[in-house]
Structures are given as C-alpha cells and as structure tokens.
C-alpha cells in the first residue's frame, strides 16, 4: 500500500499536526498571529534601537525561539542619543526604537519614523485609552508610536526618617530637611518638578519666564541638598546609605535598589502633583515592517507586558497585563485611570523656537547650571 | 604621535566656531559660542572654582609629597625602590574604585565618623566630609599623589650630595641647608609636580560629580553636560578652548612671576 497516497494520517502525522497547531495557538495567544507578522519571519534579525531592558529577552522568547530570530539591540543612554543614532544614518538600519514620549514628535518632525498600521497591532485594543489619546505621538490624522510603559516621577523618602513622607514639594525647603535631601542632576527632571511645585503647566511647552519662576522655587531646595547624583542608582545608594532622608524627583526603581542594600524607601506624589513619562515603540523608515510588527505585538501582549513589568518594575500600558503581576503590582493599577487624568506629559522643549519666549532644551541646561552654580 | 595628539584638537577647535541649531550642527564661522562663554556668569565662576581646588589640591599634593620624595632620596635609601614600586602599583588601580574608596571613609557612616562617634568626640555624624569641596580635595589628592611624588623625587636624586655637605661645613644647620640649597635646587621638580596635578584636577569631573554635593560641580562638568545631554558640541569646544587660554595665560603669569623671584622653571 503506497501510504503516501493514502488519506489516512499516521500517528506521526497526527502528532506532527497537532504539534504545529499547538504551536499555532501558543503563538496567537503571545501576539504571533499571521496578522502581526504579516510575512514569513523565520529566521530573521529583529534590529532593536533604544533603552536597554526594553528589549527582555525573556519577554521576546515566545517570538524568537520558535521562529530562530535573532534581536540585535543597539542601546542608547539618553533620548537625545536615541535620536541622534537615528538620525545620523540610521535609516535601514533600525526595524524598532523604543523612545521617550517627549521625542516622538521630533522624530516625526525630522520624518526618521513612519506610521503604524493599528490593524497590524494584535493588542492595541487593550492598551490603556489615556496613552491613546495623549496629543504626542499623531500628525496628519496617522499614528506614529505604540506606547507600552508608563511610569511617573514621585518623591522618594526613608520612612525611618521621615515616618509619612513630605505633603508638598515646597517641604523639601524646610530647615529640617537641611543636607537630608538628594537631587538628581538632570535638567529636565529638576526643572519640570520646580515647574509644578511653582503652578505651570507641564503640558504644553513653557516660556522662559516661566522657567526662571521656576529657577527661582527651586533655588532654597537646591540651598537644602546634600548631594547632587548623575544617576538614579547613585540616588539609591546615597539615600541606602542614610546620607539622604529624601530625594527630589525620583524613578520608583530605586525603592527597589536600596531594598536590595537593605534599607527601605517609599515614594509618595506630593499635592501639587507630578508628571508623568511614557515610552513607546516607534517604527524608523527603512524598517523591515514584520520585524518591526512582531517585535512590538510579543511586547505589547499580556505576556510579554508581564515579563517586562516584573523585570522592570514598571508600569504597563496594556490592561490585560493587570491580573497576570504579583498582588503587590496589581494594587498599583487601581486608581490609575484617576491619577493618569491628572497626570501632565510634559513635550521635550524644543531644541529651538521661532518664538522667542518659549524655553529651549538650551535655554533647560543653561537654566539648570545657574542652579547647580549657586 | 603629534598628528594623534593634535588632530582631535584641532576638530574640536574648528567646532567651537560652528553652532547647534535644532539637532544639526550649522557649519558657518561664528564667535558667538565664545561671546556666551564669556557673558555668561556661570562659566566664569565655575573656571574660577576649578583652578581653586587645582591650586589647592596641587600646594596639598606637593605639601604632602615632598616630605615622601625627601625621606626616600637621603632617608629612606635601602626602601627607595619598594616605595617607588608601590607608588607606581597605586597608579595601577582604578580611579572611580579610589573614589568609591573614599566614600566608604567620609560618610555619615564611615571610617571616620565611626572612629569620632566612638571616641564620643562627636554626638552625631560630621556631614561635612562627604559631598562637600573639602571632600573633592581629599580623593583628587590621594589620587594625584604619586604623579607629583614622581617629578618631586627625580628632581630631589639630581641634587649632587656635595652641596649639601659643602653647605654644612659651611656652617649652615640642617633648615637653613633645606631653605637654601635643597629647596631652590628641588624648585623644578615642585613646580612640574604641582602643575600635574593642577591641570588634570582643573579639568576632572568624575570626582565632583560623585563627591562634590550640591556645590562641588566644576567646569569639566559644564563641558561634559555640553557634549552630553545638551549634545551641544560646538558651545562644549567653546568652553573647553576658553579654559585652555585661562590656564596658558595663567602659566604665562606664573612664569613671569618666577622669573621676578629669581625662579625658573
């Protein structure tokens, strides 16, 4: 009997079928469908530019073990890094680039992005509306970003010390807090903190007037600080340390640095607020399109969402993410919509203006050394 | 060799003339990167606070190093070779380890508040010695110590012994043999170690930066910030060659100085 012209299936038939289907399903379920990938990525090289960590290889595995891809990342230090890398001929040479949401809009401006085609996105019906509806990230009516996490900027404080942390930024000025508080040196952090605390809006871009107001709140709290940090894990250990019973602005990833050096830190988003960042996906011209697609579906899929908030300690985007974190991630999430709403975007300040008043990203560092100087 | 010295100076010259307009760097002469060096206030001031701590780390540095040098040219002599090795083996180890070092013996929880909070000398933790200038001194000077016990020490072996022998059958006692003789011969090798460790402290940025506090920022970190996150390239040349002609004018004084007191170097 000539078993190739059969119709029977063999046992090994059936096995390797379902084997395929399995494959199949596991593959819809992490956000592989044949409508993410749209083309045959077997094989295939995913170029990742960006932040470091935003492309966990554990979060990627669903994608790249079963398809054999290769992601080969390139990382930058800064937005500004990011950007130049991009724009400094790097057309063609990116599938994907993760970027602060300030820069989006530049890299539209600049045409080094092009847009994304949400039908091609299997999970961006679940991604949280208030990143959807932010005014960055749109021009001509077409979206250009897929924003994936989001995190704010709180006052970090050693609960040992200061048992309920501070109600108003303006406490960071008391006498009590003298050479007890760490600041990071870092323009754009200090200076949109000083922004609120001294009532602008954070929104929109800020004129220069503003700024120097807020140069002037900011000048007793820098009068108060003990240290000065080029980083956040410098931040961590100066306050592990005790040397600082407070920070000024923080990233909430250093609460759990300095557990890990054994002393424990809470953060808290004084009454007048704070801003928020989120970072997205964004796809360069010249990208292969399902590379770029598969790489940003597994990481914008529950599963992959999950990996990277656990990794990162960070908040995602995606809603269905929620009910897979640990309880103690979970509690985050539950008045977010609430603080999301009141939560301002600040844009980057642009690195010129035709009009005169608005502060420049030059006009932030020139404004920042007068501080750090005094 | 002088075209690898010379060639990335002299682009970094060409683009202090340049400007930064958006992200693109304008390839049009101007001086306008001098003019707001020069108007502006905060350069100024943090050039003045650089050479200040140079010049205080390099009179601490020679202060300290001299008397090592001395004692290892016409005390020490059997040990001179092991203390010159040992000197040359620090110079091995890693800076930021050094100044990570430090932070272990100045902070509110190290080595010296402990041994002051035992010896109940004091009630609670002397915050001053970290994050502080005096902090920046003291890492800069044990960093650039034995760069400065180097000249120190190869100037004092010059000295012929006869001299100072010729000057204490003279009558002269061992101070005045010091102030007359071996000083003045030694000047050479004070000046060139003070001006090691004066130019290169003038110019770090990692110490202050994890030391200083919020008051210790010097000009390297202004010139950092520029090429860094204000990806400004043409103003950080700017500021850098500005520097440069502040300290050759002040060597050009010094020199002038010296050559008043009868010195030269």
């Known amino acids: ?374 | 060799m002088v075209f690898l010295f010379l060639a990335p100076i002299f682009v970094f010259f060409i683009y202090s003339f340049w400007r930064l307009e958006g992200f693109e760097i304008i390839r049009e002469w101007t001086l306008e990167n001098y003019v707001h060096v020069i108007e502006n206030k905060v350069y100024v001031q943090l050039i003045v606070r650089s050479i200040g701590i140079g010049m205080i780390t390099g009179i601490v540095t020679v202060l300290l190093g001299y008397p090592v040098a001395y004692a290892m040219v016409f005390r020490m002599k059997a040990e001179r070779e092991m203390i010159l090795l040992l000197m040359i083996l620090s110079l091995f180890s890693s800076y930021l380890v050094r100044v990570y070092a430090w932070k272990t013996i100045l902070g509110n929880n190290g080595v010296i508040n402990h041994i002051l909070m035992t010896l109940r000398l004091v009630q609670e933790p002397v915050s001053w010695l970290m994050y502080s200038k005096l902090a920046v001194i003291i890492t800069l000077a044990s960093v650039f110590l034995p760069i400065t016990v180097l000249p120190l020490y190869s100037s004092l072996m010059n000295i012929s012994y006869s001299l100072i022998e010729a000057s204490r059958d003279l009558g002269a006692g061992p101070a005045q043999t010091f102030r007359k003789v071996t000083l003045p011969l030694s000047m050479h090798g004070v000046i060139a170690g003070f001006i090691f460790t004066f130019v290169l402290t003038a110019g770090d940025y990692v110490t202050p930066a994890l030391l200083g506090g919020s008051n210790g920022m010097m000009i390297g970190n202004a010139i950092a910030s520029q090429f860094g996150v204000a990806s400004n390239w043409p103003l950080g040349s700017a500021i850098t060659f500005f520097v440069v002609a502040t300290l050759v004018l002040l060597f050009v004084l010094g020199g002038v100085l010296f050559k008043k007191m009868g010195l030269r170097g």
């Not at chain 1, 290889?57 to 891809?69: F, R, S």
């Open chain 1, 1 to 374: 009997m000539d078993r190739q012209g059969s119709s029977q299936i063999t046992r090994r038939d059936f096995l390797k079928m379902t084997t395929l289907a399995g494959i199949g399903v596991a593959a819809t379920a992490c956000g592989i469908s044949p409508k993410s990938t749209g083309g045959n990525i077997k094989g295939i090289t995913i170029n990742y530019l960006g932040w470091e960590g935003y492309d966990y290889e554990k979060a990627l595995v669903p994608l790249t073990e079963p398809n054999k891809i290769v992601v080969s990342s390139t990382y930058g230090g800064s937005n500004d890094e990011i950007f130049s890398k991009l724009k400094a001929g790097g057309s063609g040479q990116y599938d994907v680039v993760s970027i602060y949401h300030g820069t989006v809009d530049s890299m539209i401006e600049n045409n080094l992005i092009q847009p994304v085609d949400t039908d091609r996105l299997t999970n961006w019906g679940d991604i949280m509306d208030a990143f959807k509806n932010q005014p960055w990230g749109t021009s001509g009516g077409k979206r250009y970003n897929v924003p994936f996490t989001h995190g704010n900027t709180p006052n970090a404080y050693n609960p040992k010390f200061v048992p309920n942390g501070i109600e108003s930024w303006n406490d960071l000025k008391k006498p009590e807090f003298k050479d007890k508080i760490v600041i990071l040196d870092e323009a754009l952090q200090e200076l949109d903190i000083a922004l609120i605390a001294s009532g602008t809006d954070v929104s929109r871009l800020v004129t220069k007037d503003e700024l120097n107001k807020a140069m002037e709140w900011y000048l007793p709290l820098k009068a108060n600080a003990r240290a000065l940090v080029p980083s956040y894990g410098e931040m961590a250990d100066v306050m592990a340390r005790e040397e600082a019973w407070l920070s000024s602005g923080t990233w909430v990833a250093i609460i759990g640095w300095a557990k890990e050096k054994g002393t424990v830190l809470e953060w808290k988003v004084p009454s007048e607020g704070t801003y928020g960042w989120c970072d997205n996906y964004v796809i360069p011209v010249g990208a292969n399109l399902d590379a770029a697609y598969a790489f940003i579906n597994q990481m914008t899929s529950p599963e992959g969402q999950k990996e990277l908030a656990i990794y990162l300690n960070q908040w995602m985007t995606n809603k269905k993410v929620i009910p897979l974190l640990p309880p103690e991630m979970q509690a985050d999430y539950k008045d977010m919509d609430a603080m999301l709403a009141k939560t301002p975007f600040p844009p980057s300040p642009p690195q010129s203006s035709d009009d005169p008043n608005i502060a420049t990203y030059q006009d932030y560092v020139a404004t920042w050394e007068k501080i750090k100087v005094s």
